[in-house]
Every structure is written in structure tokens, then in C-alpha cells.
T-cell receptor, first 116, second 115 residues
Framework: DTGVSQDPRHKITKRGQNVTFRCDPISEHNRLYWYRQTLGQGPEFLTYFQNEAQLEKSRLLSDRFSAERPKGSFSTLEIQRTEQGDSAMYLC??????????????FGAGTRLSVL | AQTVTQSQPEMSVQEAETVTLSCTYDTSESDYYLFWYKQPPSRQMILVIRQEAYKQQNATENRFSVNFQKAAKSFSLKISDSQLGDAAMYFCAYRTPNTGNQFYFGTGTSLTVIP
């Protein structure tokens, strides 16, 4: 078990560019979450997948944001036409659908996005 | 709306001493879960301890324990025999199965451990 893996760890981009982040959850975890964390704040929920189905989306997830989990394993988060306000840490978490740990979310180390 | 409040942006503790981090939450639900997560600098968040609301007994994990006061909607974390490795940002989080699967996080408390 290698934990939740996120790639890249850091991304610097220019305003207006598109960026894509990847998250590999713990194997056999069917639930996957994306959060955004800005400096001095706790993580804020963006979206949730159960297997390949995107079941919940936050109002924070504007039209420029899209997330996918095509095969129910890894997930990608894409931001189109990035803005300076998108600069943040993007966290991915996963959890099992059953068992004693079903209510625990396991976090990756995050992708830090800087929009210049 | 569910909100989680951590009123202590920063705390410090002498090594080997005890420190308590505060957390309050607002909810109308009766079934929910509470968590404390630790986020060391530039590292991933890890679960410290969790509490199910239906359990009256306070959760304990080695040097970490909670004081869960359901009526007061309070969920404080006590760290005993503090160690240098405890220095981190600590986040209180809340989840209820009735409003989806997301966690609601507080703004965090930065803990410094003084040698």
C-alpha cells in the first residue's frame, strides 16, 4: 500500500493556461475526493467520486474545473484558463466504501499550483 | 450549514508537556463523525484520532485523546507528553452521512513544540 499519490507536486503556470493534475488513490478504495486548500485555511471540498461516478460537486467547482475518474481508479482534475485566484494546494483523498475505515479519508501530499 | 471553528490559530507547548487544541462545530444532525488531522509542513495530512457521535466514551490513541462534549458541540484534542514531531498544523473535521461524503474542516491550529 503506497498511499494516495498525486502528480505533480508543484505546478507553475501562466494565467490563461490549462493545467491537469492526477491522483492515484489507495488501491481498492472506491471513493475519491478533491479538495482545495489556500494559505491559512482548511481544505475545502470540490468534488467526490464513487467508482467512476461523480456524485457530488461543490459550488466552488466552476465551469473551468472538470474532474474525471474514467475507470474508477485514478482521477484527473483539470483547470482551464487558469486565474491567479486558482493558486492553491489541491488535495486528493480516498476512502474505502466499507469496513471499519469507511468513514476515514486518506490524503495525498497535494499538488501546489502557482498561477503567475 | 455545517461549520467547524478552531479559535486558536497558533499554540505552543514545551516538550513533554500537555496541550489542548479547541474545536467547536455547528450541526443539526445527530449522526456524525469528528476527526483530528495533522498536517506537517510540506507533508500530507494524516489522521490523528476520530470520534463517532453516538459513542459517549472519548476516543484515545496513545498520547492523543479527545474531550467530546456533544451537547456543547465541542471536540477538543489533548496531546500529552508532547514531542518535537508533534509540531504541525492540526485540523478538526466533521462529516455526516446525511449531507454527502465531504469533510468540513476548520481553519487549523499551528502547534509549535518548544525543546
Amino acid at each position: 500500500d503506497t498511499g494516495v499519490s498525486q502528480d505533480p507536486r508543484h505546478k507553475i503556470t501562466k494565467r490563461g493556461q490549462n493545467v491537469t493534475f492526477r491522483c492515484d488513490p489507495i488501491s481498492e478504495h472506491n471513493r475519491l475526493y478533491w479538495y482545495r486548500q489556500t494559505l491559512g485555511q482548511g481544505p475545502e471540498f470540490l468534488t467526490y467520486f464513487q467508482n467512476e461516478a461523480q456524485l457530488e460537486k461543490s459550488r466552488l467547482l466552476s465551469d473551468r474545473f472538470s474532474a474525471e475518474r474514467p475507470k474508477g481508479s485514478f482521477s484527473t482534475l483539470e483547470i482551464q484558463r487558469t486565474e491567479q485566484g486558482d493558486s492553491a494546494m489541491y488535495l486528493c483523498a480516498s476512502s474505502p466504501g466499507q469496513g471499519p475505515a469507511k468513514n476515514i479519508q486518506y490524503f495525498g501530499a497535494g499538488t501546489r499550483l502557482s498561477v503567475l | 450549514a455545517q461549520t467547524v471553528t478552531q479559535s486558536q490559530p497558533e499554540m505552543s507547548v514545551q516538550e513533554a508537556e500537555t496541550v489542548t487544541l479547541s474545536c467547536t462545530y455547528d450541526t443539526s444532525e445527530s449522526d456524525y463523525y469528528l476527526f483530528w488531522y495533522k498536517q506537517p509542513p510540506s507533508r500530507q495530512m494524516i489522521l490523528v484520532i476520530r470520534q463517532e457521535a453516538y459513542k459517549q466514551q472519548n476516543a484515545t490513541e496513545n498520547r492523543f485523546s479527545v474531550n467530546f462534549q456533544k451537547a456543547a458541540k465541542s471536540f477538543s484534542l489533548k496531546i500529552s507528553d508532547s514531542q518535537l514531531g508533534d509540531a504541525a498544523m492540526y485540523f478538526c473535521a466533521y462529516r455526516t452521512p446525511n449531507t454527502g461524503n465531504q469533510f468540513y474542516f476548520g481553519t487549523g491550529t499551528s502547534l509549535t513544540v518548544i525543546p
